[in-house]
Structures are given as C-alpha cells and as structure tokens.
C-alpha cells in the first residue's frame, strides 16, 4: 500500500475523531510517561491486512515508536500469533492503540472474505471483484484490503470506467420516445475512450447488450441458467461477462463454472465481520 496524501488524511481524521481535545486518560495518569514495549497479538484467525496504516498511525503520533513486523502483510495468522512489537512513549501508544486495532480489524477482515471467496473458485479463470459499496471515507483502504486478499478492485469511483445501470436507462427513456444500447454506446464512444459497461437482468436485455458491443456486460441477479445462457451467446465475441448480485460463498463457484470473467461481490466490504486483534504492554 502506498503512503500517499489521500490514505495519510484518512488516518489523520481517524485520529482527530477518537483523540478530540486529547487522551485525558492517560494525560492524568501519565504526565512523564515511560518508554514501553507493547505486542499486537491476533485474537482470531484468518488473512493480516493493514500493517503498513498501524504504522502510520503511530507514526503520525511520534515518529520515534519504532514498530517490528513479526508477521507479512497478506499473510494468514492463527489465533494467538505475535503479529509486532512496538516500543516508545507508553502516552502515544495507548492513545494510538483503539485507532490502529481499529484499522487493523476491519482491514483484515475484508482480505480473509476475499481470501474465502477466491479459494471458492480455484481453478477456474474468473476474477473476483468488489464493488463501491464501501465505508464512506475508507474505500481506498478497504479496496487495498480486496487486493491483500487476491481479489481485484472494479471501479475506485465513478470517474474510472462507464457503467450504463438500470437507471440511466431510465431517465434516458423518460426524455427520448426511443433509444437504443447501440445509439448510447456510440455516443459515449464518442466522447470517451474508457471502457464502456453495461447492466442487463434478463436474456433479452443481454441480447440488445451484446448487439451494442460494449467492453463488459454485467449479469445482474441472474440466476445460473440465464448466466449459462448468456455465455453461450457470447460465444467467441470479445465481450467480458461480469455476474453482480446476490453473490455468496456458498454460490460463487456455481457461478465460475459457467464460462464468465469475473464475479463482483458488495458483501466483500459491507458485510464483513472484522478480526479481533489486542494490544498488550509487556
């Protein structure tokens, strides 16, 4: 992960909010604090993520903590395992410490679910996608967790690929008598070079899809059989197929398994569950 202006400001504010006015706490109790040593230690097990934030955090803090990594990023950890050591100023540590298990937490959290959702599929040549639906203010973070986790990322924001949804097309039918998928994709081809998506939910709307030729076709909560459909219609066309929606562990290889590119999933960053991690003075 990069340590750019943008994940710094995300850090940054994560601070401002838990610290306010300042640690009152460990102001009162600790006016000359000593040097310590602390161990961040994985309650749970599953995939590491977001060491290098723990970092900025402290850093941010005081330069002078020094951290040591006992575990890699990515890398999995059994419940129990020494994941790093820290040592300095005993005040910034505890009033770092809620911030960075925080991070820590969640991040790894997302990669073990990605992780779980690519094992799903092994063996098979599709791409395991997230989606926008991520925290407000960390998806830069929690995209980075997606990747830690062997999947891949499918839009940052709304600036990077087109995506023609469901409801574009409505508000262009409500303001034209006709319009076709054909029309729309020349239009935009002539205006950008990006990539060009389409969202369908049924067959007929994958055929008039596929006439368009755009870049991708998203299959948009279709069940298998649709899925399959849509495939053998693709044939040998150069158009990727993308299967969205109501996507699970326990479907996702069915899925792989009939022919399609790639496979986006929301609940990769909006319904996961964060690992348990602690920080101990020792």
């Known amino acids: 992960m990069k340590a750019d202006d943008g994940v710094r400001k995300i850090v940054a504010a994560a601070l401002r909010e838990d610290i306010g006015t300042g640690d009152i706490t460990t102001r009162l109790l600790l006016p000359k604090p ?14 590491l993520c977001g060491l290098p934030v723990v970092e900025m955090v402290f850093s941010l803090l005081d330069k002078n903590i020094r951290i040591t990594r006992k575990v890699k990023e990515g890398a999995a950890v ?3 395992a020494l994941v790093c050591m820290m040592k300095g100023a005993s005040s910034e540590i505890l009033t770092g410490e809620r911030v960075a298990l925080n991070f820590l937490g969640r991040l790894s959290g997302i990669a073990t679910l990605t992780r779980r959702y690519v094992e799903a599929v092994r063996g098979h040549p599709v791409k395991i996608l997230d989606t926008r639906k991520t925290t407000p203010g960390l998806r830069a973070l929690e995209k980075y967790a997606v990747r830690v986790g062997g999947g891949r990322n499918h839009r940052m924001g709304l600036w990077d ?3 023609v949804k469901e409801n574009h097309l409505a508000v262009l039918g409500s303001q034209l008598s006709v319009v076709s998928l054909g029309e729309i994709i020349s239009c935009i081809r ?4 990006r990539k060009v998506e389409i969202e369908t939910q049924n067959i007929r709307q994958f055929r008039e899809a596929l006439e368009a030729k755009p870049d991708i076709i998203m299959l948009d909560n279709m069940g298998i059989a649709d899925i399959k459909k849509a495939v053998q219609l693709r044939g040998r066309l150069r158009v990727l197929l993308e299967v969205s929606g ?10 792989a398994q009939t022919g399609v590119d790639m496979i986006s999933a ?15 003075i020792i």
């Not at 109501?246 to 899925?255: H, L, N």
């Open 34 to 47: 000593p040097v310590v040593a602390a161990a961040i230690i994985a309650g749970d097990n599953g995939i």
């Open 78 to 80: 059994r419940k129990g």
């Open 161 to 163: 690929r087109v995506l």
């Open 190 to 193: 002539k205006k950008t070079k």
């Open 246 to 255: 109501g996507v699970t562990v326990r479907s996702i290889r069915a899925i």
């Open 266 to 280: 929301g609940t990769l960053t909006h319904s996961v569950t964060a690992l348990d991690f602690s920080l101990d």
